[in-house]
């Protein structure tokens, strides 16, 4: 699951549904095919219209013995197996609900990836009460999407996906899910925010929506008032379990993507770059004698990998990635998403004051790496024009801070909560190189340090070693000495 709020969702109806007369035609329509003076005062119409294509979920799968006992056969306590779920051997049946909706008359189903991560059977069951067996297609964990099949001797009612990208905040939604067991349940509310970033994922790019979404919802669709899907219900924030009207979809222009290939090829395949970024803000930007509000500082370089093989380095700042700008690393990962396998891409950067192009052939991408910092806690310092106080290295101080033998600079002892070091340098830093040129000494970095004094509009520019979770890494920091 995305979230411990987020659960999977049932669509339980209780009075069969009929199935619409043309079953081999999508049951949405487009919002530019609806007279604005025929939309509906409630509703109602479309809620019965969309519900035959709205399917629960349920899964199964067998769990290894957990140390509970299992009563032997003929035993007077061997009925207490049946209860608690258990064989003779001890092992024992999980299930769990979720929601899904078709997309075509042969039988492709989406649904989140959560609801039948894990599971040994699938069935699917429609609102007519009619039950089928799923095969799972194939899964993407990141945008947390999966599509099943299921094979029907008729065809089956299904939805159209919406264009996204034209849904607006305002726009009224509807979701059809199964909250905390109340099948077939809809809720109405408007699209809240667009672009929403969880942190969940490289893809993430949410729809935010006040239609209640609750625990049961997972994996069911949110339409338009065309009938169409513009996103997949898949998380919610919430401080009681309930819902606050935060929930998020994955919008459907992103969904029809990722099922394509999924119906394709069973999986997904992202192009790679092999870099570790970080975002520079518009004072490193500034601090690089280059333009702009934004871009990102290459980190680490995988060795061998597309960004290697085309010469880039660590320490450049990419501003355009395919001739599209780049401020974040957020854009850099969407429009590399975004990037078929295999393309040759010009990449603008920027390395030692001057702008540069490399062309850079994409890779594909085989698993997830990234670093995050274990940040030591700041000590009050120094009063040198860094705010830092700074020791050389020797091998005690490697031993102190697990420095590793190939590194090599000064390495930051504490940091003064009053002077302009801190919140960007922290306790352990090794610091390398200083407005672009390399430090070994404490005496050799604070004279050039107090020589950056001189043009105090322009940033000073530090790069670090820094030890993450994963290792040590390159990280570049831009200090302001005018404050």
Request: proline content about 5%; glycine content about 10%.
């Amino acid at each position: 699951m995305r979230f411990p709020a987020l659960a999977a969702l049932a669509v339980l109806v209780s009075v069969p549904l009929a199935a619409p007369a043309a079953a081999q035609q999508s049951l949405s329509q487009t919002l530019d095919q609806i007279d604005p003076k025929e939309r509906p005062a409630s509703f109602r119409d479309l809620s019965k219209r969309l519900m035959p294509a709205v399917v629960n979920i349920s899964t199964s799968k067998t769990v290894a013995p957990d140390g509970m006992p299992t009563f032997p056969e003929g035993s007077p306590m061997e009925r207490f197996n049946d209860f608690f779920g258990r064989d003779e051997d001890g092992f024992r049946r999980e299930g769990s609900l979720g929601s899904g909706f078709v997309i075509s008359a042969d039988g492709y189903v989406v649904t989140n990836n959560h609801v039948i991560e894990g599971a040994d059977e699938i069935e699917v069951n429609f609102a007519n009460g009619r039950v089928l067996d799923a095969e799972l297609i194939g899964r993407d964990q990141d945008t947390d999407l999966a599509v099943l099949k299921v094979k029907s001797s008729t065809p089956l009612p299904f939805v159209s996906f919406a264009d996204s990208d034209s849904a607006e905040v305002g726009d009224w939604v509807i979701a059809i899910g199964n909250p905390f067991g109340f099948g077939g349940s809809v809720s109405a509310g408007i699209i809240s925010a667009r672009n929403r970033d969880l942190n969940a994922g490289r893809s993430d790019d949410f729809i935010q929506t006040d239609a209640a979404i609750n625990r049961g919802n997972s994996g069911g669709p949110l339409f338009n008032l065309g009938g169409e899907v513009v996103g997949v219900n898949t998380a919610i924030i919430s401080p009681t379990g309930g819902s606050v009207g935060i929930g998020f979809s994955v919008p459907s222009n992103l969904v029809n993507k990722i099922t394509s290939e999924l119906i394709k090829s069973g999986r997904i395949r992202r192009s790679w770059m092999g870099v570790n970024v970080q975002d520079a803000d518009e004072s490193l930007v500034r601090a690089y004698k280059a333009s702009g509000k934004g871009g990102v500082i290459v980190t680490r370089i995988t060795d061998d990998g597309p960004a290697d093989k085309a010469m880039l380095e660590v320490g450049d700042l990419i501003l355009s990635f395919d001739n599209q700008p780049v401020a974040s690393v957020r854009e850099l990962t969407r429009v590399i998403a975004d990037t078929p396998i295999g393309k040759d891409v010009p990449v603008r950067l920027v390395r030692d004051g001057r702008a540069r192009t490399f062309t850079v052939t994409m890779g594909e991408l085989e698993e997830q790496t990234g670093d995050e910092a274990t940040q030591l806690p700041d000590l009050p310092a120094s009063a040198n024009d860094l705010g830092a106080d700074l020791t050389g290295i020797d091998d005690d101080i490697r031993r102190r801070y697990g420095i590793p033998k190939d590194v090599d600079g000064v390495v930051v002892s504490s940091v003064s909560a009053r002077g302009p070091a801190y919140g960007k340098l922290v306790r352990g830093d090794v610091i390398i190189e200083v407005n672009f040129e390399r430090v070994a000494t404490v005496s050799e970095t604070l004279d050039k340090v107090k020589a950056a004094r001189a043009t105090p509009a322009e940033p000073l520019l530090i790069r670090v070693k820094r030890r993450g979770e994963a290792g040590w890494f390159d990280q570049f920091l831009s200090v302001d000495l005018g404050k």
